[in-house]
């Protein structure tokens, strides 16, 4: 994958606003499943890789989501649908910036897009904002570098190994 970079053992470090730190590892690569690992979770979560494309296993087992793509253009949107707390839900993902640099960490890093994600819930069939975004900067060869959202979150990458 252009923006996320997969092999065993590639690992990506971050930081929060708080100065918690967390690390997402690729655990396993099996055909076009992969398995990851987040620090912060008690289980591993499945990823599935097809045609440059990643689909994450979103809130429920088996419930694959497109989340990121190596061809993507500005203005382009998804749904990524998923159940929380028995509500039905949509994150409605929209390519905002490609081939930006972005400064994380005292680190500038080239050809990066940044992904919003709108999350929605469905009251009665109607999709209804809950006017919270979540930012995904993105770097080609690199990953995640960064992750933001309208109620002041930060997750910033402070180092990765790349094999």
């Known amino acids: 994958m252009k923006y996320y970079p997969i092999a065993p053992g590639n690992s ?15 655990l396993h690569v099996e055909g076009n499943l992969v398995t990851m690992q987040n620090s912060t979770l008690p289980e591993p ?12 296993e979103l809130m429920g087992k088996d ?17 990524a649908a ?18 930006i640099s972005k400064e994380v960490e005292g680190n500038v890093y080239e050809q990066v897009v940044m992904l919003e994600a709108e999350s929605k819930i469905n009251m009665n069939g109607n999709l209804i904002s809950m006017q919270y975004f979540t930012q995904y900067y993105y770097a ?9 959202s309208s109620a002041g979150d930060y997750h910033g990458l402070i180092a990765c190994t790349l094999q």
């Open 82 to 99: 998923f159940t929380a707390n028995g509500l039905s839900s949509v994150l409605h993902i929209t390519v905002k910036e490609t081939g």
């Open 12 to 26: 990506w470090e971050y930081r929060l606003k708080d100065g918690t730190v967390y690390t997402n590892k690729i």
């Open 63 to 79: 419930n694959f989501q497109l989340w990121l793509k190596d061809d993507l253009s500005a203005g382009e949107s998804w749904d």
């Open 45 to 56: 979560a499945l990823v599935r890789i097809e045609e440059g494309s990643m689909f994450l």
């Open 140 to 148: 080609a060869g690199t990953g995640l570098i960064l992750t933001t």
